[in-house]
């Protein structure tokens, strides 16, 4: 079966310095790999999206994502971030390129921004 | 254009009680999947529906829990003599064929269960 890890549970990082939070996966196929971020007490926002192509995507909020097949990876980066940029950040694959693409998550990242 | 809603946005249920939790899928959405994220972790997917046909109910921990879609718009889950372990955020996405050829799931705001 699929599965999603997040290594770091919590990362504390200062206002205006750069960010990466990993993502690694189990997969025998290449999957569909997205990043959401969920605010306290708000649902999921998808930042980015790898469907296929090129392996650096961009997304919303200045976040992109590489794809690494070799490593099993798809880490997102930042390079300054922003004090709103606090929350939590969810990795999730999905496995088919269909209706039906339920998503599996990993157990999440917990960013706070110092000042 | 309007998002995912869900009602309501917070449910206290005493243990036993039945529970009923709504979704409106964003307009067109033919797809819709319901997720159950227990404090601290990430979504686990409960269920998943094609218009009214549900397709997908492996994820659905009992036989206690229950989703329909009757006219292929609002979904309802409904989840029967609520138990401790139920307590957790119940999450609604719809999907739809993006630009970028893969689809797209669009998560509402979640009901908040506390089964007391």
């Known amino acids: 079966a699929q599965s999603v890890t997040q290594p770091d549970i919590h990362i504390t990082v200062s206002e205006g310095a750069s960010l990466e939070l990993r993502c690694n996966y189990s997969y025998g196929a290449t999957p569909y790999l997205f990043w959401y971020v969920q605010s306290p007490g708000q649902g999921l926002q998808l930042l980015l999206k790898y469907f296929s192509g090129d392996t650096l995507v961009q997304g919303i909020k200045g976040f992109e994502a590489e794809f690494k097949r070799s490593q099993s990876s798809f880490n997102l980066r930042k390079p300054s971030v922003h004090w709103s940029d606090a929350a939590e950040y969810f990795c999730?694959?999905?496995?088919?390129?269909?209706?039906?693409?339920?998503?599996?998550f990993g157990g999440g990242t917990r960013l706070m921004v110092k000042p | 254009g309007a998002g995912v809603s869900q009602s309501p946005r917070y449910k206290v249920a005493k243990r036993g009680q039945d529970v009923a939790l709504r979704c409106d899928p964003i307009?067109?959405?033919?797809?819709l999947f319901w997720y159950q994220q227990a404090l601290g972790q990430g979504p686990e997917f409960l269920t998943y529906f094609q218009n009214e046909a549900q397709l997908d109910k492996s994820g659905l921990p009992s036989d206690r829990f229950f989703a329909e879609r009757p006219e292929g718009s609002v979904s309802t889950l409904k989840i029967q003599r609520t138990q401790q372990e139920d307590s957790a955020v119940y999450l609604c996405a719809s999907s739809f064929r993006s630009g970028a050829g893969g689809y797209e799931q669009y998560f509402g705001p979640g009901t908040r269960l506390t089964v007391t």
């Open positions: 999730a694959v999905g496995l088919t390129n269909n209706a039906g693409n339920m998503l599996t």
């Open positions: 307009s067109g959405h033919v797809s």
